[in-house]
């Protein structure tokens, strides 16, 4: 688990975990926080219950993660109309403010209630269910999420940026390094690991 400076690129804190957990989310800014650092604000992938834990911290999600989970949901390549405009509309979020997107994700809304709401019943068991839990899930996760995707806005001068991008990208260059030393013991890797977040 790393914790970047999205100002100046710093690594402030690193630890080796099996699972991320919020708890250890919660540490790793415990931590920082104890080491004198004062943390502005928190650009994060949205894991469940993340955004309740830092306090009066401004919490951004990172809107290329919510576009991924939205695409999850839909594929890539969805087949009703009501997931293509979705999709098409999700795809904009880091394109439009905070008043574009959520007046268009509304008018969305109002277009596909009622299909949004169409129930099926099981032959089976004769519980009914969501015809289209797929594009529900997708549109439900856009909605819990809106109040986080758009915190930069509220906050300018702190500069938060509006995804993870910076720290991502280091993750990538990473994974590709360690592609090519593969025959390193778990030891020598952490070593690696160690001295590849202090360059």
């Not at 975990?17 to 004198?36: C, D, K, P």
């Not at 439009?96 to 007046?103: A, D, H, L, S």
Request: aromatic share 12%; with cysteine.
């Amino acid at each position: 688990m790393v914790f970047k400076n999205s100002l100046d690129g710093v690594v402030l804190y690193k630890q080796y975990v099996r699972y991320e957990t919020n708890a250890l989310y919660l540490s790793g800014v415990a931590e920082i926080s104890r080491r004198g650092i004062d943390i502005q604000a928190i650009i994060c992938d949205g894991r469940q219950g993340l955004f309740r834990l830092f306090g009066d911290i401004p919490v951004q999600m990172c809107q290329f993660h919510q576009i991924s989970i939205v695409l999850r949901y839909l594929t890539r390549k969805p087949k009703t109309q009501a997931a293509i405009e979705l999709k098409k509309l999700t795809l904009k979020l880091t394109k439009q403010p905070k008043i574009e997107f959520t007046n268009n994700l509304n008018i969305w809304y109002l277009r596909w209630e009622n299909y949004l709401n169409e129930r099926s019943k099981s032959s089976s068991t004769g519980k009914t269910y969501y015809t289209h839990k797929r594009l529900r899930s997708a549109y439900l996760s856009l909605k819990k999420h809106l109040p986080y995707l758009f915190v930069f806005e509220d906050y300018p001068d702190l500069k938060i940026p509006n995804t993870t991008n910076a720290l991502d990208g280091q993750f990538a260059d990473l994974k590709n390094k360690l592609r090519n030393h593969n025959g390193l013991s778990k030891v020598r890797r952490m070593k690696f690991i160690d001295g590849f977040f202090k360059a």
